[in-house]
């Protein structure tokens, strides 16, 4: 059964914002414009939870977040504020009011997932499953696109770069490239500069344009002697260029540097007694990805080998993610599947900060392996 | 005086907060970087203000105030066609996506874009002790005006660019409440 959230906001942009950010979501989004009309659909639709704004007309939201706590048959429902007021005197008002979380404007729609996920669980839409990680979910964001009008070189990316985490996808054309990008984004674009009229530099500041896509890093893929086009792309933001005819080992490594998941590859690996799986200080989610398909490979191998134990090493971890967290529910559930036993290094700060979300507030996080494995 | 926690000389600072308010909405809402060309600040002569290049362009102007132990204004004059772009940014659309009926859906971004900016800057003001609160934005559209301010107000004028377009911010304070 979808989740629902109201969002109430003066601003038409806002409620879009909050409706794009929740499409890949299973998510239902009402929308009010003012207090007096959230009130009313909170009272009809019961949210799961309301997204509020302070300043409206009509009535304003430190006035409906009021009602709303006044009210027996609404109070339990949790508010989060998204407001452009956040003078320090503001929040400890509101907060004082109750509201269980604040979101100051200017905000990216990752805070807004990542804030919502904190309170709810978010199940990605059965339509744009592969597009939305939830927590628990598969991992996703692995696929690379390729695109190439040359059905040769196309072959040779594909078949001499395997030995890689990612999964390509083939486009003849920028325009089949970028609207496949809308409804899943890849991890990165590798194109051929070669393509006509300038479509690979006009591709990625399609890509630049649209929030959702505007990190993914792009290579591109040129002859030596394209000197102007090579130029071109990379004061246009490529992150790098490969040379043509293919050069498996250089296109990897770029694509690996451009994704930021040097060093990655090697981040699951097993010993004489358990598995060891090291998270690194701010890996990205794409490089969590990297890390949890080596897990997947990995978890196997341990189970064949006879090993019971795996350790998730976080000591080198010192901010704990909603990303984190969704890449350690799907690793130890998967060994655990196996019948592997799963304990996690830390730092006390560490488990603190995983003791504030829902899915991790009973997890021990262990100093030393030491320690660990004696509790094993 | 003083219930303020301005410095006796607020200009510059002044000037900071919003330059940085500027910055960090275009930087988090259109994922753009606005960059500042020049800027103006006078207390008495406005007369040698920035105006946009070229007086026959359509522009269109966000308006947002505070209001508490310190009052305000600031317009947020863009071209129309920036103002498009930076509309489709906001939501993820392309101009073409818009069609001629669609200046209410520039209209309203344009007015949360300089709602977001007026208040970041206003909360650093709240959090100097200068409690204030915003006020609901309004759209101006048209060419051929400009606003002309109170003449003691404190104006700090910021003409900045983004891709290749300028715009202008243009900050109007009552110094009946600051040190002025």
Redesign the interface.
């Given at each position: 059964m979808p989740k629902k959230i109201l969002s109430v906001d003066d601003s038409k942009t806002v409620r879009l914002i909050v409706r794009k950010a929740m499409k890949p979501y299973d998510m239902i989004v009402c929308e009010a414009q003012n207090g007096e009309e959230g009130l009313a659909v909170a009272r009809a639709e019961k949210p799961d939870l309301i997204l509020l704004d302070v300043t409206m007309p009509v009535m304003d939201g430190v006035e409906m977040l009021t009602r709303l706590k006044a009210d027996p048959e609404l109070k339990q429902i949790p508010v989060m504020m998204l407001t452009a007021e956040a003078g320090r005197e503001n929040i400890l008002k509101i907060a004082k009011i109750g509201v269980r979380d604040y979101i100051v404007k200017p905000f990216t729609e990752q805070v807004l997932v990542e804030k919502l996920s904190r309170i709810m669980t978010l199940t990605p839409a059965a339509a744009a499953g592969a597009a939305a990680p939830a927590a628990g979910g598969a991992p996703t964001g692995r696929t690379v696109f390729i695109v190439e009008d040359k059905p040769a070189i196309v072959q040779a990316v594909t078949e001499t770069v395997k030995n890689s985490a990612w999964t390509w996808k083939h486009f003849t054309t920028s325009a089949e490239a970028f609207q496949a990008a809308e409804k899943t984004p890849p991890a990165a674009v590798v194109v051929s500069l070669s393509l006509p009229e300038g479509a690979a530099i006009d591709l990625l500041r399609s890509f630049r344009g649209r929030p959702a896509l505007a990190a993914t890093p792009f290579v591109g893929l040129a002859v030596k002697t394209a000197s102007e086009d090579i130029q071109r792309a990379q004061e246009s933001g490529f992150a790098g260029v490969s040379s043509k005819p293919i050069d498996a080992a250089d296109l990897e490594a770029k694509l690996r540097r451009a994704l930021k998941l040097e060093g990655v590859f090697r981040a699951a690996e097993l010993t004489k007694d358990h598995m060891l799986v090291r998270i690194s200080e701010e890996m990205t989610s794409a490089q969590l990805d990297v890390a949890m398909a080596q897990v997947m490979e990995k978890v196997t191998e341990a189970a064949d080998s006879g090993l019971g134990l795996a350790v998730f090493d976080l000591t080198a971890v010192k901010t704990f993610t909603v990303e984190i967290l969704k890449f350690l529910i799907s690793a130890t559930r998967k060994c655990e599947d196996l019948g592997m036993r799963c304990v996690l290094l830390g730092t006390s700060e560490l488990a603190a900060a995983a003791r504030t979300f829902d899915e991790s507030k009973d997890w021990t996080f262990h100093a030393k392996l030491e320690s660990a494995m004696a509790t094993a | 005086m003083s219930d303020t926690a301005l410095p006796a000389a607020p200009e510059a600072l002044l000037a900071e907060m919003m330059i940085d308010a500027v910055e960090?909405?275009f930087g988090?809402?259109v994922?753009r970087k606005a960059n500042l060309i020049r800027q103006f600040v006078s207390t008495r002569d406005h007369s040698h203000a920035p105006d946009l290049e070229g007086t026959d362009i359509s522009v269109v102007v966000g308006t947002v105030g505070f209001i508490g132990k310190i009052n305000g204004v600031i317009y947020l004059y863009l071209p129309e066609k920036l103002a498009t772009r930076l509309?489709?940014?906001?939501?993820?659309l392309?101009p073409s996506d818009l069609g001629d009926g669609d200046a209410e859906?520039v209209n309203?971004?344009i007015?949360?874009l300089t709602?977001?900016i007026?208040?970041?800057f206003?909360?650093q003001?709240?959090?100097r002790g200068l409690?204030?609160?915003?006020?609901?934005?309004s759209i101006l559209r048209g060419s051929h005006f400009k606003v002309q301010p109170v003449a003691n107000a404190l104006r700090s004028v910021f003409e900045f660019e983004t891709t290749d377009q300028r715009f202008l911010a243009d900050v109007l304070i009552d110094p009946s409440h600051t040190t002025l």
């Amino acid at each position: 059964m979808p989740k629902k959230i109201l969002s109430v906001d003066d601003s038409k942009t806002v409620r879009l914002i909050v409706r794009k950010a929740m499409k890949p979501y299973d998510m239902i989004v009402c929308e009010a414009q003012n207090g007096e009309e959230g009130l009313a659909v909170a009272r009809a639709e019961k949210p799961d939870l309301i997204l509020l704004d302070v300043t409206m007309p009509v009535m304003d939201g430190v006035e409906m977040l009021t009602r709303l706590k006044a009210d027996p048959e609404l109070k339990q429902i949790p508010v989060m504020m998204l407001t452009a007021e956040a003078g320090r005197e503001n929040i400890l008002k509101i907060a004082k009011i109750g509201v269980r979380d604040y979101i100051v404007k200017p905000f990216t729609e990752q805070v807004l997932v990542e804030k919502l996920s904190r309170i709810m669980t978010l199940t990605p839409a059965a339509a744009a499953g592969a597009a939305a990680p939830a927590a628990g979910g598969a991992p996703t964001g692995r696929t690379v696109f390729i695109v190439e009008d040359k059905p040769a070189i196309v072959q040779a990316v594909t078949e001499t770069v395997k030995n890689s985490a990612w999964t390509w996808k083939h486009f003849t054309t920028s325009a089949e490239a970028f609207q496949a990008a809308e409804k899943t984004p890849p991890a990165a674009v590798v194109v051929s500069l070669s393509l006509p009229e300038g479509a690979a530099i006009d591709l990625l500041r399609s890509f630049r344009g649209r929030p959702a896509l505007a990190a993914t890093p792009f290579v591109g893929l040129a002859v030596k002697t394209a000197s102007e086009d090579i130029q071109r792309a990379q004061e246009s933001g490529f992150a790098g260029v490969s040379s043509k005819p293919i050069d498996a080992a250089d296109l990897e490594a770029k694509l690996r540097r451009a994704l930021k998941l040097e060093g990655v590859f090697r981040a699951a690996e097993l010993t004489k007694d358990h598995m060891l799986v090291r998270i690194s200080e701010e890996m990205t989610s794409a490089q969590l990805d990297v890390a949890m398909a080596q897990v997947m490979e990995k978890v196997t191998e341990a189970a064949d080998s006879g090993l019971g134990l795996a350790v998730f090493d976080l000591t080198a971890v010192k901010t704990f993610t909603v990303e984190i967290l969704k890449f350690l529910i799907s690793a130890t559930r998967k060994c655990e599947d196996l019948g592997m036993r799963c304990v996690l290094l830390g730092t006390s700060e560490l488990a603190a900060a995983a003791r504030t979300f829902d899915e991790s507030k009973d997890w021990t996080f262990h100093a030393k392996l030491e320690s660990a494995m004696a509790t094993a | 005086m003083s219930d303020t926690a301005l410095p006796a000389a607020p200009e510059a600072l002044l000037a900071e907060m919003m330059i940085d308010a500027v910055e960090k909405v275009f930087g988090t809402m259109v994922r753009r970087k606005a960059n500042l060309i020049r800027q103006f600040v006078s207390t008495r002569d406005h007369s040698h203000a920035p105006d946009l290049e070229g007086t026959d362009i359509s522009v269109v102007v966000g308006t947002v105030g505070f209001i508490g132990k310190i009052n305000g204004v600031i317009y947020l004059y863009l071209p129309e066609k920036l103002a498009t772009r930076l509309a489709c940014d906001m939501l993820g659309l392309e101009p073409s996506d818009l069609g001629d009926g669609d200046a209410e859906t520039v209209n309203d971004a344009i007015g949360e874009l300089t709602n977001m900016i007026v208040g970041t800057f206003k909360n650093q003001l709240c959090d100097r002790g200068l409690d204030c609160h915003l006020t609901i934005p309004s759209i101006l559209r048209g060419s051929h005006f400009k606003v002309q301010p109170v003449a003691n107000a404190l104006r700090s004028v910021f003409e900045f660019e983004t891709t290749d377009q300028r715009f202008l911010a243009d900050v109007l304070i009552d110094p009946s409440h600051t040190t002025l």
